[in-house]
């Protein structure tokens, strides 16, 4: 009765790891890009503004965390760039007419060039996460944590920007500005976000690897259980044919013994 109790949950496992491998294929489905940027954009702080912004990818293959970290970090850094460029104009204007609010701009414009400089570290920290092997690839761990450090410093250099900018009395230039460098700081936090998201999906993906690695390797223990116990079970069954036959013919041997010494006492 043991050995029933363990041969049955050992061939249901085997039977579901054969099963396993199938289910998987037939239930997959493949999200269209506009449908999945709308999904991830759900995580981020400012979804409408990652839409709007990574929309424009939809068309492209952007399909997985990895692509859409990279696509996010590339928006933030041009609207960092393009921010810079507009102000870098507007401090010569305004040094040209003397203008009082010459210095509050002019330290605003130093926030985001160094905004700049922090995302372009970030690109290329990404770039060494994604090609390990590659010039200063490292160690995983540390490029993370420059990634963080990079894009949290471009956040909050934009936001000090932001907050040197007074809000009463502020002309249409400042307001501008300050929606510029607004924009520069949230796109930042989305792609901090992204990121976040496609940590938390490896980390997902390396566990299922690690428990599917162990399900395979129970799976194969189990079948290998299961056959052998199947070719025990046959082999002792034929060896019990084989006793019980030369059984068999060892009476009937000695019954023909029996049978020619009762003659010859007969006799």
């Known amino acids: 009765m043991n050995r029933l109790g363990l041969s049955i949950p050992l061939l249901l496992l085997s039977i579901l790891c054969i099963s396993g491998t199938v289910e998987p294929a037939r239930f997959a489905r493949h999200s269209r890009p506009r449908a999945y940027i709308e999904t991830a954009c759900t995580k981020t702080l400012y979804p409408s503004l990652c839409t709007q912004y990574l929309s424009v990818f939809a068309n492209s293959t952007i399909q997985t965390p990895q692509q859409l970290a990279q696509a996010a970090l590339s928006v933030s850094l041009y609207k960092a760039l393009q921010t810079r460029r507009f102000m870098l104009k507007v401090v010569k204007e305004l040094k040209a007419m003397k203008s009082t ?21 970030s690109v290329r920290e990404l770039h060494r996460l ?10 995983v761990f540390w490029h993370v944590s420059n990634f963080e450090t990079w894009v949290s410093s471009a956040m ?27 924009n520069v700081a949230q796109t930042a936090s989305n792609a901090l976000a992204l990121f976040h998201r496609l940590l938390d999906t490896s980390r997902t993906v390396a566990s299922d690897r690690v428990y599917n690695s162990s399900a395979d390797a129970l799976c194969v223990m189990a079948t290998s259980v299961v056959w052998a116990k199947a070719t025990a079970k046959k082999a002792m069954e034929h060896i019990l044919v084989v006793s019980t036959k030369k059984q068999s013919s060892s009476r009937g041997r000695d019954d023909g013994n029996k049978s020619r010494v009762g003659r010859a006492y007969r006799l």
């Not at 609010?101 to 372009?120: E, M, P, T």
């Open 101 to 121: 609010d010459y210095q509050a701009v002019k330290d605003c414009l130093d926030q985001i060039g160094d905004s700049v400089d922090q995302l372009s570290q």
């Open 130 to 139: 994604e090609h390990p092997g590659a010039a200063g690839g490292g160690d």
């Open 156 to 182: 909050t250099d934009a936001s000090t920007c932001v907050d040197e900018l007074p809000g009463k009395d502020m002309n249409k230039l400042k307001a501008v500005i300050k929606a510029k460098v607004l």
